[in-house]
């Protein structure tokens, strides 16, 4: 929840320039953000394009923690750099860092030719055909969004997140339209599920009306207790 440069080039698969409609729009957005239902601070996340290269990106998200979450988790902070290539996310480099909290930063390499990705400690591992960062996620959800905006029935999709250490396989669905009030406003939006995990539910408030982006968030264990939230300000 609280948990960012932009080197590695991405070999033979070269970024295209995408149909009107399924490139992800720049934005920038602040959220506050809970755990447990204790305020934790804020985190503005922010899409800008790659200069000089269609069709690429970066997304970073920046945290302004309170005391008591620097204390526990540091100032998390993440930068994704990635290409839509053919309608899917295609990674380069992404980087966590935790401040004061060395240990525990990392950086990934996506190389798409070889089919690997390798860490800062040079361990190289298989690259999944659907991996995705954990920050680009974000994006990916939302290309698949807009792919489906005037369907009435949309298929699930499924991704592979590769953080420092695992694969996780996450599995989205569409479920219905809420109407939300956040501090930004209020909004008309999709409610999208993480439907792959019990022990792990994740509801995510999408408006078309803010170019498919997510204006809320929440996560539950599998007890039905929340856990985290994030309000768009």
Request: proline share 6%.
């Amino acid at each position: 929840m609280l948990a960012l440069a932009l080197s590695c080039g991405l070999g033979a698969v070269r970024a295209q320039p995408q149909p009107e409609g399924v490139a992800p729009t720049p934005f920038s957005d602040r959220f506050s953000v809970k755990w447990n239902g204790i305020p934790m601070g804020e985190m503005q996340v922010t899409l800008e394009p790659l200069a000089g290269e269609a069709g690429c990106y970066v997304q970073r998200a920046l945290t302004r923690t309170n005391l008591v979450a620097r204390l526990l988790y540091g100032t998390p902070s993440q930068i994704s750099t990635f290409c839509v290539v053919a309608g899917k996310i295609r990674t380069r480099e992404y980087r966590f860092v935790r401040g004061g909290h060395s240990g525990d930063n990392y950086t990934l390499h996506f190389d798409w030719q070889a089919g690997t990705v390798t860490d800062g400690a040079g361990q190289v591992r298989s690259l999944p055909a659907d991996a995705v960062d954990s920050l680009s996620l974000q994006q990916a959800v939302r290309l698949w969004l807009m792919a489906h905006a005037g369907d009435a029935n949309v298929p699930d999709v499924a991704f592979t997140l590769v953080d420092v250490a695992h694969l996780t396989h996450y599995r989205f669905r569409r479920t219905r339209r809420e109407v939300i009030d956040t501090p930004a406003g209020r909004f008309d939006t999709w409610l999208v599920e993480r439907v792959d995990n019990p022990d792990k539910a994740g509801k995510y408030w999408v408006a078309p009306a803010h170019h498919y982006l997510p204006v809320a968030s929440e996560t539950r264990n599998g007890r039905g207790l929340v856990l985290g939230t994030m309000l768009m300000r």
